[in-house]
């Protein structure tokens, strides 16, 4: 008797088999989804879309041919399904944040930022080339510590470090023989100060790479106002109608640079947005948004700047030796009900060396 031998197409068992395989492709984002479902869609949107739009086409070809058709209508169904699933992930990316423009996502549950802040000597390296000399800061509304309109004067300070102890020194003169528009009233009398601000524990984004987490600054200063050497009243401080105070911050530049690589220059503000010249400054200024950081290895450059006024001779008051503190304090703002951190002090002390 023959045997009689069931000859199958080979085009039936390659398809079968690219089916399969696409079928795989297709279900590995499905362990993710049983993870996190919302993660999942909005990481692998693209890829969703990717391997629908193949399903389809896939299952477009089958339909054609006698012998994969029953694999067709399946493959394009599979290919729709993923493409809806794809749409969902892009619409989680655009819309499932609820996040306006510029805002940040909330961070992970029970996250405590860690900074670590300290000055760093710009004579050292690039770092302050945009800022080291007195025509180049403040900017706009501000008028430039020398070079403007008016004509502020301003002799740049050089201050002394201990980087230990997070201070920096400046030891300033005071000549009361001289008019108090004289470059030599007060010796030197402006400084903008690099900070290197670390956030030394990033916090992981969904999808990849590191969250952005803000950091905010404080200044607090011992003194804001003065007597000028005719004994007049007068503020520690330069300060101007358009402006307001000129002691402040420099947010964020060059995020991330290494020291010899910060050149690029800050947008400086003021450390209270309470324009309250000509009355006095406030002791203590607001917690101001200076930027985020992801947890670059070289951290973040913050500037504190600041301009004196007449009012820092307090003619004559002081003795020698004495000081006008200026307390700076950068991290996480204890009034920020969304983020938890810690808070470092760098401080600057302007000490009255001598008064002729």
Same mark, same amino acid.
């Given at each position: 008797?023959?045997?009689?031998?069931?000859?199958?197409?080979?085009?039936?068992?390659?398809?079968?088999?690219?089916?399969?395989?696409?079928?795989?492709?297709?279900?590995?984002?499905?362990?993710?989804?049983?993870?996190?479902?919302?993660?999942?869609?909005?990481?692998?949107?693209?890829?969703?879309?990717?391997?629908?739009?193949?399903?389809?086409?896939?299952?477009?070809?089958?339909?054609?041919?006698?012998?994969?058709?029953?694999?067709?209508?399946?493959?394009?169904?599979?290919?729709?399904?993923?493409?809806?699933?794809?749409?969902?992930?892009?619409?989680?990316?655009?819309?499932?944040? #609820?996040?306006?423009? #510029?805002?940040?996502?909330?961070?992970?549950?029970?996250?405590?930022?860690?900074?670590?802040?300290?000055?760093?000597?710009?004579?050292?390296?690039?770092?302050?080339?945009?800022?080291?000399?007195?025509?180049?800061?403040?900017?706009?509304?501000?008028?430039?510590?020398?070079?403007?309109?008016?004509?502020?004067?301003?002799?740049?300070?050089?201050?002394?470090?201990?980087?230990?102890?997070?201070?920096?020194?400046?030891?300033?003169?005071?000549?009361?023989?001289?008019?108090?528009?004289?470059?030599?009233?007060? %010796?030197?009398? /402006?400084?903008?100060? %690099?900070?290197?601000?670390?956030?030394?524990?990033?916090?992981?984004?969904?999808?990849?790479?590191?969250?952005?987490?803000?950091?905010?600054?404080?200044?607090?200063?011992?003194?804001?106002?003065?007597?000028?050497?005719?004994?007049?009243?007068?503020?520690?401080?330069?300060?101007?109608?358009?402006?307001?105070?000129?002691?402040?911050?420099? /947010?964020?530049?060059?995020?991330?640079?290494?020291?010899?690589?910060?050149?690029?220059?800050?947008?400086?503000?003021?450390?209270?947005?309470?324009?309250?010249?000509?009355?006095?400054?406030?002791?203590?200024?607001?917690?101001?948004?200076?930027?985020?950081?992801?947890?670059? /290895?070289?951290?973040?450059?913050?500037?504190?700047?600041?301009?004196?006024?007449?009012?820092?001779?307090?003619?004559?008051?002081?003795?020698?030796?004495?000081?006008?503190?200026?307390?700076?304090?950068?991290?996480?703002?204890?009034?920020?009900?969304?983020?938890?951190?810690?808070?470092?002090?760098?401080?600057?002390?302007?000490?009255?060396?001598?008064?002729?």
């Amino acid at each position: 008797m023959k045997q009689i031998v069931k000859f199958q197409d080979p085009r039936i068992r390659i398809s079968r088999s690219v089916f399969v395989f696409a079928l795989l492709i297709a279900l590995t984002p499905g362990l993710g989804f049983a993870v996190d479902p919302v993660a999942m869609l909005e990481g692998a949107a693209v890829a969703l879309l990717i391997i629908g739009g193949v399903f389809m086409g896939i299952g477009a070809l089958f339909t054609k041919v006698k012998a994969t058709k029953s694999l067709g209508i399946p493959a394009i169904l599979i290919g729709a399904i993923l493409f809806i699933l794809s749409v969902a992930g892009f619409a989680v990316q655009v819309l499932g944040s #609820g996040l306006g423009p #510029g805002e940040l996502p909330p961070p992970p549950p029970g996250y405590v930022a860690e900074w670590n802040c300290n000055f760093w000597d710009i004579s050292t390296s690039a770092v302050g080339d945009a800022h080291d000399a007195v025509t180049e800061y403040p900017d706009t509304p501000f008028v430039a510590a020398d070079g403007g309109t008016p004509d502020l004067n301003k002799v740049i300070a050089t201050p002394a470090y201990d980087l230990t102890n997070r201070i920096a020194t400046e030891d300033i003169s005071v000549d009361d023989d001289v008019t108090t528009t004289a470059t030599g009233y007060i %010796d030197e009398d /402006t400084f903008a100060f %690099d900070v290197n601000c670390r956030l030394m524990n990033p916090a992981p984004a969904v999808g990849g790479g590191n969250q952005e987490i803000p950091v905010w600054g404080q200044i607090s200063v011992t003194r804001t106002t003065g007597t000028n050497n005719n004994g007049s009243f007068a503020h520690v401080f330069y300060g101007d109608v358009t402006a307001g105070w000129y002691l402040g911050f420099g /947010t964020i530049a060059d995020s991330g640079a290494a020291a010899a690589s910060h050149t690029s220059d800050h947008r400086y503000v003021s450390y209270t947005s309470g324009l309250t010249y000509p009355n006095p400054a406030p002791l203590v200024g607001e917690w101001i948004p200076l930027g985020t950081s992801d947890g670059d /290895t070289d951290g973040e450059w913050i500037a504190v700047w600041y301009v004196l006024g007449t009012g820092f001779s307090d003619y004559t008051a002081p003795n020698l030796g004495d000081s006008v503190l200026i307390t700076v304090r950068l991290g996480t703002s204890p009034e920020s009900t969304v983020y938890d951190g810690n808070v470092q002090t760098v401080t600057i002390d302007l000490n009255l060396l001598a008064r002729a």
